[in-house]
């Protein structure tokens, strides 16, 4: 982007964006939108799907075998071609529909908590979709807002925006409508306002100019779209690593000592690719995309909306929640308790100035403005001169009236911020000097705090201006303070006992002062002694705050940049930590939790920074999402269990088999119908039940505890699997044919009946499965036997089996499963010590 249009002048801009001071028509908005959508080329819906289908066979290994597979047809094998072909056509069919139907829910889910803007349009403002903002656009901002293109500003009132994003710079910049210099650098344009920036405090009127991959921001994510992992992510792909090298090794070697054995080339190639692709853990992805989707519509079901999709197994690992108080903890209806003057007793004027500054305060909506705007009082006469937003670190919010005879500044806030612009106070209707009257004044608002009261300060003074700034707050009449009450919420004692019952601590990050916080704390129960102010975390070392953190239940008088602060300590503490905030206050310490959790209100950029939203502010949804995240994590471990368990011990057994036999153990074929008849359970894994002592307990990736599992039932499957071989070899003498059927069938059985005692730590007959995962797991079974005594299955080189080793196959069956499950008990029991 060349142009400078922060040096043009309304005129210019109005001219270069064909719009006007009044914004765009709905019609011109829609002709501009249709034109930006037509030069983005944005995939349809069918393509999208087209590519996805492709995905599933870009797998190296599947390509190998896809390549050799036509190689044989030509060189004149075709028997098995259209056969492996087939299988490897549905397996990648069954992957597709699954994968189609999970990223459809996702996107359904989605659209629920998608962001809008105000525009306006036609002579009214209006709410759009923030992705259908138009060059041309007249925007109108607030507090709270993500700023969604790059825009010229018309007009502002004490307006300050985060560009943190954009230029690396932390504190909010102030913005104006002054024409900037076109030669300026990006931080001294403080005529414009940047895509991805977020308004901090104040309103403003601004032109968009550019929108997309043309603001700054699209272009630079353009060039670095790079996502972060999560730290499951990023063991699963690691592990998927370490399994596609055992599988590209073994595989090599056991084509390698078939050739030295003078076995036939094509058979040698095929079986080798069919075992690496039996071996391969092919279905991860698809396995985990559907898995997290499936748990994002059951959460979705508990109220949770899921943003970031690969969060969920974060939040499974989550033993630690902070939220603030307002909402959560309590009701979040604010009620006026009382205006009382500086002498204790109930004051109609410290009330009329409270109803003034609610009435006329726009620049911050907020539930104490409506709750002092339900008194009985009216505003007639009155008119407002002007208004300085409320900001986090001034923590105050003043507004001039004047009734035609007298103009008033009126500033409410904090208390301490409040009589930090004071100079007087109110006493019996009579300004008197403040220092006299400061230690009282102190007293009676801990007073106040110590009986569960929010506070705050109330002052004025008469001015003679009409335009005000925040330089305007001083030498001001201290009149009062206004009393509010906030109940708990109903059920909270029972939400935290839930989330205590889920090993889920609960600890309340709040701006509110140390005595109504101490005061809250009693009635949850919790230690009032163990309350940590944000100056005293403040004093403290890194090490030290991270010991003093953990052991605290309440953070009180906590500034916005704190909460980050404590959040990353409480993570160096050994925690998972999730933050629940629905403020500008709130935004860094969502983006440093491990679980971020807003809700469907609150601001845009706390939204947008988070990565569960609620449809419903209550702690009693976060624990029904944190039992779906950790279903969601513990059925993602199972597949990994089961495929590191039976699969790679079957196929590794069968690579062996390979070299000691006269013939191949099972034909390539074989060890890929194999490979798709187990995958239809494999898929239901998703949706599976997980046992109620698993759920209550928060969900940890170990590689190593999974490369243990896999080396000691891949050992136990191969025990199982040589004991077929001598069988079937050995003691039956059984043919080629019948011996290749019979291992066909037992490592069938194996890998569906392991399914059963692996997904679950208790004795399996006491954990029931879930419905799907039982019926498909009967219809692989069903099509097994269905394919050994099916008119094709000579195609596939199967044969009926003789009564002597189908008997045979089912007592080693059973000897597999129950030693498997005392194998497990013994496994888990050790592993769990050891930890």
């Not at 999208?48 to 075998?65: A, C, G, S």
Request: with cysteine.
């Amino acid at each position: 982007m060349t142009t400078p249009f922060w040096s043009f002048t309304p005129e210019k801009i109005f001219s270069e964006c064909g719009t006007s001071a009044e914004g765009l028509s709905q019609s011109a908005a829609k002709q501009k939108l249709a034109e930006i959508n037509r030069k983005k080329k944005i995939r349809k819906r069918w393509q999208r799907e087209l590519l996805l289908f492709f995905n599933q066979f870009k797998n190296p290994l599947v390509l190998l075998l896809v390549a050799a597979v036509i190689l044989s047809a030509f060189l004149g094998e075709t028997s098995d071609v259209l056969i492996i072909l087939f299988i490897l056509l549905a397996t990648g069919v069954l992957s597709f529909w699954q994968e189609s139907n999970a990223g459809r829910a996702v996107e359904k889910l989605q659209s629920i908590i998608q962001l809008n803007s105000t525009v306006w349009r036609d002579g009214k403002e209006t709410e759009i979709k923030s992705d259908e903002v138009v060059p041309g656009d007249l925007l109108l901002l607030k507090s709270g807002d993500i700023v969604p293109a790059d825009c010229y500003l018309l007009e502002t009132n004490e307006l300050h925006a985060n560009e943190a994003s954009l230029t690396g710079e932390s504190y909010p910049v102030r913005k104006t409508a002054e024409v900037s210099e076109a030669a300026a650098p990006l931080a001294k344009r403080k005529n414009c306002l940047w895509q991805g920036s977020n308004i901090v405090s104040g309103t403003a009127k601004a032109m968009v100019v550019y929108t997309g991959e043309q603001t700054i921001f699209g272009s630079i994510a353009k060039s670095a779209s790079a996502t972060t992992e999560t730290v499951f992510e990023k063991g699963i792909r690691n592990f998927g690593y370490f399994l596609m090298q055992i599988t590209v090794t073994l595989s090599i070697v056991i084509l390698v000592l078939n050739l030295l054995f003078h076995r036939p080339l094509i058979d040698s190639v095929l079986f080798a690719l069919a075992l690496a692709v039996g071996m391969a853990p092919e279905l991860l992805p698809a396995i985990m995309t559907i898995a997290m989707s499936a748990g994002a519509k059951r959460m979705s079901e508990k109220k949770v909306i899921v943003k970031k999709l690969s969060s969920i197994q974060n939040f499974g690992e989550v033993n630690l929640l902070c939220t603030d108080k307002t909402g959560t903890i309590t009701e979040g209806i604010i009620q006026i308790a009382g205006a009382r003057g500086t002498d204790g007793n109930e004051n109609e004027y410290v009330k009329k100035l409270a109803f003034l500054n609610a009435t006329f305060e726009t620049g911050f909506p907020n539930p104490i403005d409506e709750a002092i705007k339900q008194m009985k009082l009216s505003a007639a006469g009155y008119e407002k001169l002007g208004e300085i937003p409320y900001d986090f670190m001034r923590k105050r919010l003043s507004v001039a009236v004047s009734d035609g005879k007298e103009s008033l500044l009126i500033t409410k806030g904090a208390v301490k911020n409040v009589l930090d612009v004071c100079t007087q106070v109110l006493q019996n209707g009579e300004p008197v000097e403040l220092s006299t009257q400061t230690e009282i004044l102190h007293r009676q608002f801990i007073d106040y705090s110590n009986e569960g009261y929010r506070v705050i300060g109330l002052c004025y003074k008469p001015i003679q201006k009409k335009i005000i700034a925040k330089e305007d707050e001083r030498d001001m009449i201290f009149a009062g303070f206004i009393l509010m009450e906030d109940p708990l919420k109903q059920g909270i004692a029972e939400a935290i006992a839930e989330l205590n019952r889920l090993n889920v601590k609960v600890k309340i990050i709040t701006g509110d002062n140390r005595y109504v916080a101490a005061h809250i704390g009693k009635k949850l129960n919790m230690n009032p002694d163990k309350i940590m102010t944000g100056a005293e975390a403040e004093d403290l070392t890194p090490p030290s705050l991270a010991v003093r953190a953990a052991d605290t239940d309440i953070f009180a008088e906590v500034e916005p940049q704190q909460k980050e602060m404590l959040i990353r300590a409480l993570q160096k503490s050994g925690s998972a930590v999730a933050y629940m905030g629905d403020g500008i206050n709130d935004v860094s310490a969502i983006n440093a939790a491990d679980a971020g959790i807003s809700i469907n209100n609150a601001v845009d950029v706390a939204r947008e920074a988070a990565d569960f939203v609620l449809l419903e502010k209550n702690l009693s949804v976060i624990a029904d999402g944190i039992r779906e995240g950790r279903k969601t994590f513990a059925n993602t471990l199972k597949y990994i269990f089961i495929n590191t368990g039976a699969t790679f011990g079957n196929m590794f057994s069968v690579a062996f088999a390979s070299l000691l036999l006269p013939f191949l153990p099972m034909t390539p074929t074989q060890i890929l119908l194999t490979n798709f008849l187990t995958d239809f359970p494999y898929l239901a894994v998703s949706s599976d039940n997980v046992d109620e002592e698993q759920l209550r307990k928060p969900g940890k990736w170990n590689l190593k505890q999974i490369r243990s599992f896999m080396l000691v039932f891949g050992l136990h499957s191969s025990l199982f699997d040589i004991a077929t071989f001598l069988t079937l070899f050995n003691i039956l003498k059984t043919p080629e044919g019948i011996f290749q059927t019979g291992w066909f069938l037992e490592s069938i059985l194996t890998e569906l009946f392991i399914l059963f005692v692996i997904r679950t730590a208790k004795p399996f007959v006491k954990s029931m499965p879930g419905r799907n995962l039982i019926v498909l797991s009967a219809l692989s079974l069903v099509l097994t036997v269905a394919f050994i005594y099916s008119p094709f299955a000579s195609f596939m080189e199967l044969h009926a089996l003789p009564l002597k080793v189908i008997s045979a196959i089912i007592i080693i069956i059973i000897l597999y499963v129950i030693t498997a499950d005392l194998l497990k008990w013994y496994f888990f029991r050790r592993m769990n010590v050891s930890e």
